[in-house]
């Protein structure tokens, strides 16, 4: 009889408490709140504090988080200081880089999170099941100090993209070389191919300088968006640094000349490319795969959503066969501010913001807001999602300012079929992996920043300089190389070829 | 404040210039707080600055020594940003000084004295348009594919010029908008000066039979030298002070040969790259270069006019 009444007790005492908050909540204290500092949205004109979907995610932890959000285009300059200052700081932080060169968590400013694994059931899981991305956050003094936002590695990432239209009218093969490539660009300057009676306003490439080197480098052997990059022997190379470098400024100072690179490619923008598709006015541009059918083709009258008009093709090939850059997974991190009176809420809350349940949250919404459940029980997001970008992205879809994980099929959902086929087809199987990021030792870090930034300025301006003709590449390469030399280039390969080594024997 | 208000007791003193007292606080508390309270960051400059430890104190990150300053003064960017800052603000003050002067003569020289205050006007309001919006004037009327200025050399013949991204030009544009936008303003103090002058004086030279162009040289430039002396000497203080907004604004890798300055560099070098002792490093010394101009400026105005700052 005892033992009964106890049993029934002990079942109430659950059943109240259950009653009293959620399964997923993290505390059962009213009232509680984390304070955090994050990134706001992408578009302009939507401010995430109040999120429905972020506000729900909260809830459901039963917390309340109190934001600081501030524009993801001046976040890195804004936060910085604010973390070197480190005075009233909020308890979770997002911060502006990925802190390789250990510049925070070698200060103490956050909390080592390996320690709290006990309480972060959903995280250690995580990591269980992302090998590759613990050897990355994991920091030279064995911790782990943050946790990842990723994004998608192997897919959706920048590609050339031909007007189809356009090459079907002159009658041409999708080009795979630079000299096709050329080849195709010089006709689109001669011919009307928008059929509208002047042949001279074509812009046979529009393609903004940053993807200059995704675009042309690889044809040459050389990964210029990594900067350092390790070939098949293992060995780090500065592409910048390399002979092959000298021919791929030649090409496009050729471009240049011939008007095929057009005189203001330093200061093209995404808006004035769509602006040209709109008016039918290019033919190739080279982007992330997004743009693609959503931004680019969708500027056509006679685009109907099951062919692209804009659409990705292979990468080009030179004296090496060409590939795609891809990236690497982690592109942001939360830290726990270890100066916080609210350590263990807040790593709770961390930890909750990995589940799966909230990880739904960011991907898909809300089941009858953002998405529909069909007879065969696959997910279908509503037309609003596509029709109401403010309203969707105003939800915190995707979620900028918490550790969301992008995945390739969340994204194949909300492309069309011909989208996803391409990418597929044309970019997935060339995409190589670019330079791993590795955290460096304090030696390591003091190089760097002694170096890199100089090295990287230079090799900036002395690219336009070489591409536009204001220096002479066969009379000033040399003394280029050099003085690469003597802002201690070698120094840098050095340490890199030392990270690159570390993280090798880590992924054995 | 008369000499014999030093016999008065303080408290006295401030309750009676309490009204003006009030109307200087923004300022006093302006200068406290971003000249003053940021010189105790100083220290970061012989540290190696470790991030949360706050800007303002000394001892909180280990001492280095000159080792920033090492390595400011070794690396290739070093004189190129000393040439680059000084050069810039030198033409500006060599262009921009004189052209105020001559437009004040000239204002003051009109007929019709309408013209003049419509000219002085409309010469006078680009100094009020913001930096950003100048800049962006600047990139529209000098794009080399639709700009109005381009346009022009093409019907002309001409093959298009890069103008914001050739090295060569940064300079030029620099100091020819610099130019435009702060003459007419500039220009008022000139023309105060020039109004100050006795009418009998011209009366005197026409009497003498003195033309128009003999008036303006030994009337009116003697009578306003004193002015422009000392303007002179206090825009050389200021000479190492270019507008680090408008650079920033303007250029890019590009144009880092002749445009990149101390100031961005410091920025960039600080803000974006996080290398906080360094920034502080390079910034205190151009700090530095900029007191021993304000120094000497002022020591050269006490010699030439007898008047100075202190």
Redesign the interface.
């Known amino acids: 009889m005892k033992k009964l009444l106890s049993v029934v007790l002990a079942l109430a005492l659950a059943l109240s408490c259950l009653s009293a908050v959620a399964e997923s909540a993290i505390t059962d204290q009213e009232g509680a709140s984390v304070s955090m500092l994050a990134m706001n949205s992408w578009y302009s004109t939507v401010d995430l504090k109040d999120a429905y979907l972020l506000k729900k995610v909260a809830d459901n932890a039963n917390v309340t988080v109190e934001w600081t959000l501030i524009d993801p285009t001046t976040y ?2 804004t936060v ?2 604010m ?5 009233d700081l909020p308890d979770i932080i997002q911060l502006p880089d990925t802190d390789n060169n250990m ?2 968590l ?4 956050f909390v080592k999170l390996d320690e709290h694994l006990d309480i972060m059931p959903n995280y250690s899981k995580y990591l269980e099941a992302n090998p590759f991305i613990k050897a990355s956050l994991t920091a030279v003094d064995g911790h782990i100090y943050y946790v990842p936002q990723t994004v998608v590695t192997n897919n959706y990432q920048p590609v050339l993209m031909l007007n189809m239209p356009w090459l079907e009218k002159a009658g041409l093969e999708v080009p795979t070389t630079l000299d096709d490539f050329v080849a195709m660009l010089r006709y689109y300057k001669e011919n009307d191919m928008n059929g509208n009676g002047d042949p001279n306003d074509e812009i046979p490439m529009s393609v903004q300088s940053a993807f200059l080197p995704y675009m042309f480098g690889p044809a040459f052997g050389l990964d210029l968006v990594s900067g350092f990059y390790a070939d098949d022997n293992g060995v780090v190379h500065y592409a910048a640094a390399e002979d092959a470098y000298k021919d791929y400024l030649t090409f496009l100072n050729g471009l240049y000349n011939e008007g095929l690179l ?3 490619f ?2 093209l923008n995404r808006d004035q490319i769509t602006e040209r598709c709109a008016n039918d006015l290019t033919g190739a541009t080279f982007d992330f795969s997004w743009q693609m059918s959503n931004l680019y083709s969708a500027q056509y009258e006679n685009y109907d959503g099951t062919k692209g008009i804009i659409a990705g093709v292979a990468p080009l090939s030179g004296a090496h066969k060409g590939f795609y850059v891809g990236r690497n997974p982690v592109s942001g991190c939360f830290g726990v501010n270890s100066k916080s009176d609210n350590i263990e809420l807040a790593v709770k809350f961390l930890d909750y913001a990995m589940s799966e349940e909230a990880q739904d949250l960011y991907v898909w919404g809300e089941e009858g807001l953002t998405y529909e459940v069909d007879a065969d029980g696959n997910r279908h997001f509503l037309p609003r999602c596509t029709e109401d970008t403010i309203w969707y992205q105003g939800l915190g879809i995707n979620a900028p300012n918490m550790p969301s994980q992008q995945s390739t099929p969340a994204t194949d959902v909300l492309l069309p079929a011909w989208h996803v086929q391409n990418d597929r087809e044309f970019e997935e199987p060339y995409i190589r992996a670019p330079f791993p990021n590795v955290y460096s030792t304090t030696d390591e870090t003091s190089t760097i ?2 170096y890199l ?2 090295v990287q ?2 090799v ?2 002395r ?3 070489f591409i ?1 003709g ?1 220096a002479s590449i066969e009379d000033e390469f040399d003394s280029y190389i050099a ?1 690469l030399k ?2 201690q280039i070698d120094e840098l390969i050095k340490v890199k070829q030392a990270q690159y080594d570390r993280f090798a024997a880590a992924m054995k | 404040m008369s000499r014999s208000d030093t016999k008065k007791p303080l408290r006295q003193l401030i309750h009676r210039d309490r009204q003006l007292l009030l109307m200087f606080l923004p300022v006093f508390l302006y200068y406290i707080i971003f000249c003053y309270l940021p010189m105790a960051g100083l220290a970061m400059a012989f540290e190696d ?7 303002i104190g000394v001892f909180n990150s280990p001492f280095v020594g000159l080792r920033w300053f090492e ?1 400011f003064f070794g ?3 070093a004189w190129r940003l000393i040439r680059n800052t000084f050069l810039l603000s030198f033409y500006s003050l060599l262009f921009g000084f004189p052209i105020p002067i001559i437009f004040a003569i000239c204002i003051t020289q009109m007929r019709g004295r309408r013209l003049a205050k419509g000219a002085q006007v409309i010469t006078y309001l680009p100094y009020f348009i913001s930096t950003v919006v100048v800049v962006g004037m600047m ?1 529209n009327f000098l ?3 639709n700009g109005i200025i381009n346009q022009f050399i093409k019907t002309l013949g001409g093959k ?1 010029i ?1 103008f ?5 030009w940064f300079r030029r544009l620099y100091v020819i908008s610099g130019s435009w936008q702060s003459f007419g303003f500039n220009a008022i103090i000139f023309v105060a000066a020039i109004m100050g002058i006795d009418p009998s004086l011209y009366e005197a030279m026409r009497v003498d039979g003195a033309t128009r162009f003999q008036q303006i040289i030994h009337l009116i430039i003697p009578m306003i030298a004193d002015t422009v002396i000392l303007l002179l000497i206090m825009t050389l203080g200021n000479l190492l002070n270019v507008g680090f907004e408008k650079v920033y604004l303007m250029y ?6 002749t445009g ?1 300055v101390i100031a961005t560099y410091v920025y ?2 600080g ?6 002792s ?1 920034a502080a490093a390079v910034g205190l010394f151009y700090s530095a270069v900029g007191f021993v101009f304000v120094v000497g400026s002022n020591t050269l105005s006490r010699r030439v006019t007898g008047s100075s700052l202190w």
């Open positions: 890195s300059d910085s200081p973390l070197a200052a480190g005075q510049t925070y070698s200060s103490g400013m057009e005189v203001e330093t200061s920043s002694m930034v100089d300025t230079y900036d301006e690219a336009v300089a536009c204001y003085t003597s802002l | 600055f470790k991030m949360g430890t706050g800007f390595q690396s290739v960017f990139t794009s080399p594919s298009p890069n914001m991204s050739d090295p060569k890019s890798p590009a144009v880092y040969e990149d960039r070098q803000i974006e790259n996080k290398n906080f360094y």
